[in-house]
């Protein structure tokens, strides 16, 4: 065996057990020429079934435009996606895909390498909600802060257009805090004395 063939069994050898899916396209048919063992289990395709399929029949549909702009991106200098994919069963799966132009055969083709990244997308979208979500809590949260102009007297607060408030009123309107009403033994004492019992006090 020579040299040449040697190192052409070793490059098939790498190929055959990347972990990563491996497909060779034509560059101008955009047919599937060779796949890896990943690029079967992972597509969920018999060799025979991909061979010779177009490689945007991999692919969810997409408008003409952004088909041609996704090509154009490949052929003129290879590219970086992130991109949902169809298996062979029906359901979807996100790759990271990378494209190489490479010779093949005496032709120029792509090489493209896929990497599911199914799972930690979904965390990165879990992520992303739970973030808007307490974005949006935070955004409902009032608080309040710095000097408040109270009456010494009535306990009214002036509010930031000039007029006066009732304090639970203002507080109402700056925060999410609600008020039940009550009447202290102090008061209690002062305002119904015939219903005031010291006991009460004690125990409150």
Same mark, same amino acid.
């Given at each position: 065996?020579?040299?040449?063939?040697?190192?052409?069994? =070793?490059?098939?050898?790498?190929?055959?057990?990347?972990? /990563?899916?491996?497909?060779?396209?034509?560059? &101008?048919?955009?047919?599937?020429? &060779?796949?890896? #063992?990943?690029?079967?289990?992972?597509?969920?395709?018999?060799?025979?079934?991909?061979?010779?399929?177009?490689?945007?029949?991999?692919?969810?549909?997409?408008?003409?435009?952004?088909?041609?702009?996704?090509? $154009? &991106?490949?052929?003129?200098?290879?590219?970086?996606?992130?991109?949902?994919?169809?298996?062979? *069963?029906?359901?979807? #799966?996100?790759? $990271?895909?990378?494209?190489?132009?490479?010779?093949?055969?005496?032709?120029?083709?792509?090489?493209?390498?896929?990497? /599911?990244?199914?799972?930690?997308?979904?965390?990165?979208? &879990?992520?992303?909600?739970?973030?808007?979500?307490? =974005?949006?809590?935070?955004?409902?949260?009032?608080?309040?802060?710095?000097?408040?102009?109270?009456?010494?007297?009535?306990?009214?607060?002036?509010?930031? $257009?000039?007029?006066?408030? =009732?304090?639970?009123?203002?507080?109402?309107? @700056?925060? *999410?805090?609600?008020?039940? @009403?009550?009447?202290?033994?102090?008061?209690?004492?002062?305002?119904?004395?015939?219903?005031? $019992?010291?006991?009460?006090?004690?125990?409150?």
């Amino acid at each position: 065996m020579s040299n040449r063939d040697n190192t052409a069994g =070793q490059f098939k050898t790498l190929f055959m057990h990347s972990l /990563d899916a491996l497909l060779i396209i034509d560059a &101008e048919s955009e047919r599937i020429l &060779e796949v890896n #063992r990943t690029a079967h289990r992972l597509l969920g395709y018999t060799r025979k079934e991909i061979i010779g399929k177009r490689f945007t029949s991999l692919l969810p549909p997409m408008t003409e435009d952004s088909r041609k702009s996704k090509a $154009d &991106e490949i052929k003129t200098f290879g590219a970086v996606f992130v991109q949902e994919f169809l298996r062979a *069963d029906g359901s979807h #799966r996100v790759m $990271d895909m990378t494209f190489t132009m490479i010779p093949w055969d005496c032709q120029q083709a792509i090489l493209a390498t896929l990497r /599911d990244v199914t799972e930690r997308v979904k965390v990165e979208e &879990e992520r992303e909600r739970l973030i808007r979500d307490l =974005q949006e809590a935070m955004e409902k949260i009032k608080t309040l802060k710095g000097l408040l102009p109270i009456c010494a007297n009535c306990k009214k607060i002036r509010n930031d $257009d000039g007029y006066w408030q =009732q304090i639970e009123v203002y507080i109402h309107e @700056h925060s *999410d805090a609600d008020f039940t @009403h009550g009447i202290c033994p102090e008061c209690m004492k002062t305002l119904y004395p015939e219903f005031y $019992d010291e006991n009460d006090e004690k125990q409150s």
